[in-house]
């Protein structure tokens, strides 16, 4: 299952939470490299939007737990369909 996440972190100075924002690229540095994340990008100002390819809803519960205990935030969920399946279904396939 491929989702798109956009968080939105608690509105804090910069400085008070550069440490976690360290702590974050730690956390999602290993999914990075498993393919679980797919990928992770900075947005202008604050939060990232990542892409994940999970099993199941529980495990991106589970990972979107982990997420706000290191940056706590709210979350814009989206279910994707990958291109290949998209393109396919387009073909009547």
Excluded: C
């Excluded at 972190?9 to 910069?14: A, I, K, L, T, V």
């Excluded at 956390?27 to 490299?33: F, G, H, T």
């Excluded at 990232?48 to 969920?77: C, G, K, M």
Aim: zero cysteines; hydrophobic letters at 40%.
């Amino acid at each position: 299952m491929l989702f798109l996440v956009i968080s939105h972190p608690r509105p804090e100075r910069p400085s008070e939470v550069a440490s976690s924002r360290q702590a974050y690229w730690g956390w999602i540095e290993p999914k990075l490299a498993s393919g679980e994340a797919r990928s992770a990008y900075p947005r202008v100002g604050r939060g990232v939007a990542a892409t994940f390819e999970v099993p199941s809803n529980e495990r991106l519960h589970i990972l979107l737990t982990e997420w706000a205990e290191i940056i706590p935030a709210t979350f814009d969920v989206y279910p994707l369909v990958d291109t290949e399946s998209a393109k396919a279904a387009l073909k009547g396939t």
